[in-house]
Nanobody
Framework: VQLQASGGGLVQAGGSLRLSCAAS????????MAWFRQAPGKEREFVAA????????RYEDSVRGRFTISRDNAKNTVYLQMNSLKPEDTAVYYC?????????????????WGQGTQVTVSS
């Protein structure tokens, strides 16, 4: 499975960005998809996950209500719409894929990772 993340950039606090992650080399709809992020000097942390059909979702507490994860199985793409961005959202954002849903917030459970896209939020 190959994952290609895009859409990062520099934005002012309060602004919005939409990240995309295109998958290839697999049956996309059979994978749970997630976004993680890693700020400088910190561990990679869970942001959001979405189930196979797009109905089941989970969010990290600090982004719930501001970020929305979605997927388009016809386009083999998962999205992360990020609104009301804060400087503490600054990080490299990674998309990831796995088969199952259990322990969906655990990065060790994911088999496939994209290359990351930088998001920088200025104050």
């Amino acid at each position: 499975v190959q994952l290609q993340a895009s859409g990062g950039g520099l934005v002012q606090a309060g602004g919005s960005l939409r990240l995309s992650c295109a998958a290839s080399g697999t049956t996309f709809s059979s994978h749970v998809m997630a976004w993680f992020r890693q700020a400088p000097g910190k561990e990679r942390e869970f942001v959001a996950a979405i189930g196979w059909g797009g109905v089941l979702t989970r969010y990290e507490d600090s982004v719930r209500g501001r970020f929305t994860i979605s997927r388009d199985n016809a386009k083999n793409t998962v999205y992360l719409q990020m609104n009301s961005l804060k400087p503490e959202d600054t990080a490299v954002y990674y998309c990831a894929a796995r088969r199952g849903w259990g322990a969906v917030q655990q990065k060790s459970e994911y088999n496939y990772w994209g290359q990351g896209t930088q998001v920088t939020v200025s104050s």
